[in-house]
């Protein structure tokens, strides 16, 4: 009895290890969700501080965006 149950604690904890949890911690990477007026741009404006041009730059980068179009609903995370 004491083995199975040590088993399956052990396996819940490996599964719980395994799974990525969401955290609101900063330098976490965010998910953002396009709206219909949105730009890279004005993402990048409001959500990074200096050069919004550095931000494009990342958004891109982290993305895998071929072109500057998004479509609303798109989901792009925010690096840190």
Same mark, same amino acid.
Request: net charge positive; proline share 8%; aromatic share 8%.
């Given at each position: 009895?004491?083995?199975?149950?040590?088993?399956?604690?052990?396996?819940?904890?490996?599964?719980?290890?395994?799974?990525?949890?969401?955290?609101? @911690?900063?330098?976490?990477?965010?998910?953002?969700?396009?709206?219909?007026?949105?730009?890279?741009?004005?993402?990048?404006?409001?959500?990074?501080? @200096?050069?919004?041009?550095?931000?494009?730059?990342?958004?891109?980068?982290?993305?895998?965006? @071929?072109?500057?179009?998004?479509?609303?609903?798109?989901?792009?995370?925010?690096?840190?």
């Amino acid at each position: 009895m004491f083995g199975k149950l040590s088993a399956v604690l052990i396996a819940v904890a490996a599964a719980w290890a395994l799974v990525p949890h969401a955290s609101s @911690g900063a330098g976490r990477e965010r998910v953002y969700v396009v709206r219909p007026t949105d730009t890279l741009w004005s993402i990048a404006a409001s959500h990074y501080a @200096g050069d919004p041009r550095a931000a494009v730059w990342k958004l891109e980068e982290r993305n895998g965006l @071929g072109s500057t179009l998004l479509r609303p609903g798109e989901r792009l995370v925010l690096p840190p």
